[in-house]
């Protein structure tokens, strides 16, 4: 502990502005917004954007058959898909923007979006 000696109370305010200033920042930029729409995309191409204050239900269409997709009450998921794991089901309800279920096998993806844009890991 003998590099504490190094600091001065300069030192010190610097860091703890720093940490405040990180801190008040963090839910800044995470903040997204209200769910307004979900966008499908089917073999990476746009299929449609869906309105989520109107609830409804489409299919899909991917190489391995029908995804249905189900929209209540402002949030979206997927109810059911032909592939194997099932891991887009079982995501279960979409509601928050930037939120994403992938169907990877019949190459089908919903994604909630919001006012703003969202930001996640990749995008830092």
Same mark, same amino acid.
């Given at each position: 502990? $003998?590099?504490?000696?190094?600091?001065?109370?300069?030192?010190?305010?610097?860091?703890?502005?720093? %940490?405040?200033?990180?801190?008040? *920042?963090?839910?800044?930029?995470?903040?997204?917004?209200? &769910?307004?729409?979900?966008?499908?995309?089917?073999?990476?191409?746009?299929?449609?954007? @869906?309105?989520?204050?109107? +609830?409804?239900?489409?299919?899909? !269409?991917? !190489?391995?058959?029908?995804?249905? @997709?189900?929209?209540?009450?402002?949030?979206? $998921?997927?109810?059911? +898909?032909?592939?194997?794991?099932?891991?887009?089901?079982?995501?279960?309800? %979409?509601?928050?923007?930037?939120?994403? &279920?992938?169907?990877? !096998?019949?190459?089908? *993806?919903?994604?909630?979006?919001?006012?703003?844009?969202?930001?996640? *890991?990749?995008?830092?």
């Amino acid at each position: 502990m $003998r590099w504490l000696a190094f600091f001065r109370p300069g030192d010190w305010l610097t860091i703890a502005l720093g %940490l405040t200033v990180c801190a008040a *920042s963090f839910p800044l930029a995470w903040q997204a917004g209200v &769910a307004e729409k979900a966008v499908i995309k089917r073999g990476g191409e746009l299929f449609a954007e @869906i309105d989520l204050a109107r +609830d409804r239900r489409i299919d899909v !269409p991917g !190489p391995l058959g029908l995804t249905t @997709i189900a929209v209540e009450k402002r949030r979206v $998921r997927v109810v059911s +898909d032909p592939g194997s794991r099932q891991y887009c089901v079982r995501q279960g309800w %979409l509601a928050r923007p930037g939120e994403i &279920a992938i169907c990877a !096998p019949n190459q089908v *993806s919903v994604q909630v979006q919001g006012g703003k844009e969202t930001y996640d *890991s990749i995008s830092y």
